[in-house]
C-alpha cells in the first residue's frame, strides 16, 4: 500500500505534537508529501518532529504555542501564513483528561480545563483559520475518542468534553460548510503506543499477569482482536486532508479495530 504524494504541497497545522499520534501524524503527512506548521508548548519536541518531517524532503515550522491562550492562537495564525502563504488542514490534536473519577465528584476547575483544551481551543484555532482554509477549500480534522461509547463512571469527565466536541465539529461542519470548509472527526479507541505500553504494564504487574495477555484483554472486543497502532490511526485521519475526502463533511470515523459498530 502507498499514500505517496496523497497530499503532496498542502499546509497542516497539527496542534499537539506528542508523542504517539501526534508523531505519527507529523510523519505520516510527511510522507504523504505534506508540510507541517507544528503547535505544543514544548519547543524541544517540536525541533525533534521538525527534523523528522525534513528528513522526508518537506519543510515543517516550528511554532511553540499555548493554545489555550488567545493572543498565541492568533500569532501561531500568523506564523503559519507568513511562512507558507496558505493553510489546507488544521488538525486539532491536543487534548487534555481530567481525573479518573465519577463526574460529580470531580472539581469544576478540572472540569474547565480538559474543555479549554478539548473543546474551547479547537473552536477558536478552527475559527482563526477559516479564512486561510476558505482560500484553499480546506479542511479540520478533529481527534475524538471511543470514549464517547463509554458508560462507566471514570470515563465521565473525558466523554463530558468529547462528546462536547463531537456536536462541535457537526456545528462547524454545517457553518463553514457554505465556505468550502470541510470538518470531520476521527475516534480511536486505545492506540497501542509507548503511553499505553506502559500502561499496559502497569496493569499487568498490578494483576500479577504479562503484558501479552493485558493487550489480548484490550483486543478482546474489538472485530480485528487486536489494537489500532499510531501509524495506521494516522493515515485514516488522514484521508480527511485529502482531495479523496473532497465531499466529505460532518462525519466521525471510527478507528479503533472495530470496537464500537454503528447500530
Not at 1 to 12: A, G, H, P, S, W
Not at 41 to 64: D, N
Not at 147 to 159: A, F, L, R, T
Request: proline fraction near 4%; charged fraction near 25%; hydrophobic fraction near 40%.
Amino acid at each position: 500500500m502507498t499514500t505517496e504524494n496523497l497530499l503532496q504541497d498542502k499546509v497542516i497545522v497539527l496542534s499537539g505534537v506528542g508523542p504517539g499520534l501526534g508523531r505519527s501524524f507529523g510523519e505520516e503527512a510527511a510522507k504523504m508529501g505534506a508540510d507541517l506548521v507544528l503547535v505544543s508548548r514544548t519547543e524541544r519536541r517540536l525541533e525533534k518532529m521538525a527534523e523528522t518531517v525534513r528528513s522526508f524532503g518537506r519543510r515543517a515550522l516550528v511554532v511553540p504555542t499555548d493554545i489555550n491562550d488567545e493572543d498565541a492562537r492568533q500569532r501561531l495564525v500568523e506564523a503559519a501564513l507568513a511562512e507558507f502563504g496558505k493553510v489546507d488542514c488544521l488538525i486539532n490534536n491536543a487534548f487534555g483528561i481530567p481525573p479518573m473519577d465519577p463526574i460529580t465528584q470531580i472539581k469544576l476547575e478540572a472540569l474547565r480545563a480538559a474543555n479549554e483544551t478539548n473543546v474551547f481551543a479547537p473552536l477558536r484555532l478552527s475559527a482563526l483559520f477559516a479564512d486561510a482554509l476558505a482560500e484553499t477549500k480546506g479542511s479540520i480534522i478533529m481527534v475524538n475518542s471511543c470514549v464517547v461509547y463509554q458508560s462507566q463512571p471514570e470515563y465521565s469527565g473525558y466523554k463530558l468534553s468529547k462528546g462536547a466536541l463531537k456536536h462541535l465539529a457537526s456545528s462547524l461542519a454545517t457553518e463553514l460548510g457554505p465556505r468550502g470548509i470541510r470538518v470531520n472527526s476521527i475516534a480511536p479507541s486505545y492506540i497501542y503506543e509507548d503511553v499505553n505500553k506502559a500502561y499496559f504494564d502497569w496493569l499487568a504487574s498490578e494483576a500479577g499477569t504479562t503484558h501479552e495477555e493485558i493487550y489480548r484483554q484490550k483486543g478482546e472486543p474489538t472485530s480485528l482482536k487486536r489494537l489500532a497502532t499510531p501509524d495506521e490511526v494516522a493515515r485514516a485521519a488522514l484521508f480527511y486532508a485529502s482531495d479523496l475526502a473532497a465531499c466529505v463533511t460532518g462525519t466521525m470515523l471510527n478507528v479503533d479495530c472495530g470496537e464500537f459498530h454503528d447500530d
